[in-house]
């Protein structure tokens, strides 16, 4: 079964920098894309960052373009995407969760949490 494990939130001071990694193991059900969700507390979920896994595409909100990099590994049957974030905002604040789009749904991670304050 597709797993998706989540990893490196924490707290950051604003204008600063914080890589959050998620590792996909398990090859059912495949997967055709893959990124990160985030939700503030009171808000609603927001799409960050996603790569479709068939021809590479990348798609960045608009909130975090030029700040944000997004870069997929794959390792035998296990892909890991780092999330690179800078310049941070305390509106990047908020749950984080990896997500993958399949043909039965979307599946997700468990949610790492990233909090921007000094």
């Known amino acids: 079964q597709l797993h998706l494990v989540e990893s490196g939130g924490g707290l950051v001071q604003p204008g600063g920098s914080r890589i959050l990694s998620c590792t996909a193991s398990g090859s059912y059900p495949v997967y055709y894309a893959i990124g990160w969700i985030r939700q503030a507390p009171g808000k609603g979920p927001e799409g960050v960052a996603c790569?479709?896994?068939?021809?590479?595409?990348?798609?960045?909100a608009d909130s975090v373009k030029g700040r944000f990099t997004h870069t997929l590994y794959t390792n035998g049957a296990k892909k890991t995407i780092y999330l690179e974030m800078k310049s941070m905002e305390h509106e990047d604040s908020g749950t984080y969760y990896c997500a993958a789009d399949t043909n039965y749904g979307r599946r997700w991670g468990q949610g790492t949490l990233v909090t921007v304050s000094s």
């Open positions: 790569i479709h896994l068939g021809n590479g595409a990348q798609y960045f």
